[in-house]
């Protein structure tokens, strides 16, 4: 537990700076508006805040909402849709167990902070699922998933075809599907078929971070793969851009 610990605190710190990266990229220079969001005030308004003189005036101006600020574009996040979690849990990936743990718990506070639906698909040749209500998770779970690994061989039809299932029941149309594997498997054309006309269909995207091994299995119902030596490699934190 306390490995796991110390690598969710670890993959916390970086996720909280990609989730920071990814707003501050979200907004529109080119647009001011009136507001009091201290993550979009305006240079010179900061500027005014630290002027003993002009000090007073930014404040009562701030406490009104009359402070200028960039205009914000494109969709608000917060809300969007479920995380969904495909990990390989497989004989192969016991060597990372506590790091795939820590990793885990660290997209799930994006999740929670978000207020998103979190499910966790663990896979090997069955599965195993785990839901949390908008990324909650209770300290009886995260002793269940710690003590949890299944091991065995490697099947992706069998998450991926649990992952629609949870998609299509949620109360979300759109989501972020996350597939983590080490291994390689061969899908059918037709599983293949099915399963792009569902993403298109409820609009969900998939980002595979494949540790490693092959992507040309991943490759063909992916929307981005990511290849990576292991968690803590600095390709595997674009996950945490979701």
């Known amino acids: ?35 009091n969001d201290i993550e979009r005030l305006l240079p ?36 969007k849709g479920p995380i969904v979690l495909c990990l390989d849990q497989s004989g192969s990936m016991h060597k990372l167990d506590t790091q795939s743990k820590g990793f885990t718990l660290a997209l799930m506070s994006i999740a929670r902070k978000q207020r998103r639906d979190f499910c966790l698909i663990l896979f090997s040749t069955r ?24 091991g065995g061989g490697t099947d992706f039809a069998l998450p991926l075809d649990r992952a629609m299932k949870v998609i299509n029941e949620s109360r979300f149309k759109q989501a972020d599907l996350v597939f983590v594997t080490d291994g390689e498997d061969r899908l059918k054309d037709s599983f293949l078929k099915a399963f792009n006309k569902k993403k298109k269909d409820k609009d969900f995207k998939v980002l595979s971070l494949v540790i490693g091994s092959s992507t040309n299995t991943v490759a063909q119902f992916s929307d981005k793969v990511v290849q990576v030596k292991d968690f803590n490699d600095a390709g595997s934190f674009t996950v945490f851009e979701i």
């Not at 900061?46 to 406490?63: A, C, E, M, Q, S």
């Not at 960039?70 to 809300?79: A, F, I, T």
């Not at 990324?135 to 003590?147: R, V, Y």
């Open 44 to 79: 010179m308004e900061l500027g005014l805040y630290t002027h003993p003189i002009t000090k007073n005036d930014f404040l009562r101006r701030f406490v009104e909402g009359q402070t200028m600020m960039y205009e914000q574009k494109g969709q608000e996040v917060l809300g």
């Open 127 to 150: 599965t195993k699922i785990f839901k949390y209500e908008r990324g909650k998770i209770k300290s009886s779970d995260m002793i269940n998933l710690a003590q949890t690994f299944l």
């Open 1 to 35: 537990m306390k490995e796991i610990a110390d690598w969710a605190g670890r993959f916390k710190q970086v996720a909280r700076k990609k989730q920071k990266s990814k707003h501050s990229d979200s907004m529109e220079r080119s647009g001011v508006t009136l507001g």
